[in-house]
């Protein structure tokens, strides 16, 4: 099982990225799916899921700001990070929510807010 993320970079307040996560190696459409995050010197944090079917939920900083998103076909998922502030610093990566099996972590995509 592979987990690769990508489209991390340095964005002002306000601004938007949408990062993604291509997956390899395991059977995509039955599995749920998040991203998380880990700032430094916190702990990671999941911020959304959804689920094999498309069932979205999300971590209370980042509802109305964040979207998750899948393609079954591509075996992608992506978020889609609106309105972004400096707490929002962070490495982002994918991977299954926590009560599912843990794969293994990918390398992570840097996502810097700051003006």
């Known amino acids: 099982v592979q987990l690769v993320e990508s489209g991390g970079g340095l964005v002002q307040p306000g601004g938007s990225l949408r990062l993604s996560c291509a997956t390899s190696?395991?059977?995509?459409?039955?599995?749920?799916m998040g991203w998380y995050r880990q700032a430094p010197g916190k702990q990671r944090e999941l911020v959304a899921r959804?689920?094999?079917?498309?069932?979205?939920n999300y971590t209370d900083s980042v509802k109305g700001r964040f979207t998750i998103s899948r393609d079954n076909g591509k075996r992608m998922v992506y978020l889609q990070m609106n309105s972004l502030q400096p707490e929002d610093t962070a490495v982002y990566f994918c991977?299954?929510?926590?009560?599912?099996?843990?794969?293994?972590w990918g390398q992570g995509t840097q996502v810097t807010v700051s003006s």
């Open positions: 190696g395991m059977i995509f459409t039955i599995y749920d």
């Open positions: 991977n299954t929510p926590p009560d599912w099996t843990r794969l293994a």
């Open positions: 959804i689920t094999s079917g498309g069932s979205t």
